[in-house]
């Protein structure tokens, strides 16, 4: 079906809404626009292709009813190319709250790029989000933006040459509360900001905190940072493991102090990775020999990094099947935030 007129379509409803073989291309205004009312509406697009429109591709947004259930958002199966003003794919709320409100939104097998703003933004408060088999490129913004989420997982990304303002953006951006995973991705072409970016999140104006971040089987390469840490506290976990990390110009991994809400003791455990040389990442005081991207903690001090990153155990050559590497063992459950993160 091809969406009629220069407006798209614009559907603001009570209840759910399935879209399918929908082609909305070359309008003034949004391709699809969903406004959800009423309490747990749902949204499901399939088969969509949206490209060339005046602001937002694709927008689905939820109304917020403080207690009400869980919205669900779910995209399969498209691409978004092309916009004036906007982002390419935008999910979720409108914005930042600590009220009682819920998204899930679950993307698999899109492809956004060329967007004016970030390529995919996801506000999933309170909620998961899930991103599988998505490509985000030539984006101007982040490649792909997932704010606010309790859970997040990411599998099977390539996220190039986004950032393309530039304005120290990113190939990924994640802010999330209690569980962040990515594995079997590639982050490159990001020069003036970070392939990964990962943030802790609370909710409203609380500070930034995240329980545990597990990244392993990713690669990152050609960014001004490969990955980094913006903020999160000493009983957080993170973990780096199996990953190629090599030819970021600033530092391969980074945990960035300028973040006020960062926390001096917070440690990433980046053991068993490829760094871009068998000697391992340069740090002068815990690898001596490395020539590798940096690492950058308090004792290698990078831009104002803190914090502290564990390394041992460098990997000799490169990943070459970032799909088959293995999840690291850890420990579980995962650790308790301070109550301070919920208010």
């Known amino acids: 079906m091809q969406a009629p007129g220069d407006e798209g379509i614009d559907i603001s409803i009570e209840g759910d809404v399935t ?3 929908i082609i909305a291309n070359d309008t003034d205004g949004h391709g699809i626009l969903v406004e959800l009312s009423g309490n747990g509406s749902d949204f499901m697009g399939d088969r969509l292709t949206v490209n060339n429109n005046g602001e937002n591709n694709i927008e ?3 109304e917020q009813i403080v207690g009400g259930r869980s919205h669900n958002i779910t995209l399969r ?3 978004a190319d092309g916009n004036d003003s906007g982002v390419g794919i935008r999910f979720g709320f409108d914005q930042e709250t600590s009220e009682n409100i819920a998204a ?5 097998n899109v492809t956004v790029s060329n967007s004016e703003g970030d390529g995919l933004l996801k506000r999933a408060t309170n909620g998961i989000a899930r991103v599988s088999n998505v490509t985000a490129s030539d984006n101007g913004s982040d490649g792909i933006d997932i704010e606010d989420a309790n859970e997040a997982y990411v599998t099977g990304v390539r996220a190039q040459d986004n950032d393309q303002s530039p304005s120290d953006d990113s190939g990924l ?4 509360r209690f569980v962040v995973e990515s594995n079997n991705s590639v982050f490159t072409g990001h020069p003036d900001g970070p392939g990964i970016e990962l943030d802790g999140w609370c909710g409203g104006d ?3 905190k995240a329980a545990r971040m597990v990244i392993w089987g990713v690669e990152v390469s050609g960014n001004g940072v490969g990955m980094r840490f913006d903020s999160g506290d000493a009983m957080s976990e993170m973990f780096v493991s199996s990953s190629n990390i090599f030819g970021n110009t600033t530092a391969g991994i980074q945990i960035d102090a300028l973040n006020e809400d960062l926390q001096d003791g917070l440690v990433v455990d980046a053991k068993g990775n490829w ?3 068998a000697p391992g990442p340069t740090h002068p005081s815990k690898n001596p020999d490395g020539t590798g991207d940096a690492a950058a903690d308090a004792s290698n001090v990078i831009d104002s990094s803190s914090g502290d990153i564990l390394l041992s155990g460098f990997l000799s050559a490169p990943i070459r099947n970032l799909a088959g590497a293995v999840r690291p063992d ?3 459950p995962v650790p308790a935030l301070p109550l301070v993160c919920f208010g």
């Open 60 to 62: 689905a947004s939820p």
């Open 330 to 332: 850890l420990p579980t």
């Open 77 to 79: 199966n498209s691409s």
């Open 19 to 21: 879209l399918t073989d």
């Open 275 to 277: 760094w871009g040389n």
């Open 104 to 108: 899930n939104i679950t993307i698999d």
């Open 173 to 176: 951006e994640i802010d999330g």
């Open 206 to 208: 609380l500070p930034e």
